[in-house]
């Protein structure tokens, strides 16, 4: 698997979509090297606290607006838990094994 085509893909999609900022491709890659960690899985699950520090971002609530509008605007599938105990379900749409 290459594993920069799902970064890719993503920059493809985004190019002319100006409602994407820095933010959202900060946690989206945050959210991808993630998903590398785990072996690239589709969905994973995460918790906030684990995306802000790799994306960098100060906030979870910023995490959270940024996710949300991906999700919006269709470049990820995001199912928040509400559960301290499980982390939100985040589906990669640009992916080979995508399956939602």
């Known amino acids: 698997m290459e594993t920069l085509k799902p970064l890719s893909d993503f920059f493809t999609a985004i190019k002319n979509d100006y409602r994407i900022s820095p933010m959202h491709i900060a946690i989206y890659a945050a959210l991808l090297q993630f998903r590398s960690v785990k072996g690239f899985i589709n969905p994973i699950f995460v918790f906030s606290s684990d995306i802000i520090v790799i994306a960098k971002v100060s906030s979870a609530n910023t995490y959270h607006k940024c996710v949300q509008e991906l999700h919006q605007y269709g470049y990820l599938k995001y ?11 985040i589906y990669f749409l640009f992916s080979a094994d995508a399956d939602i």
């Open 79 to 89: 199912k928040p838990s509400f559960k301290k105990t499980r982390g939100s379900e």
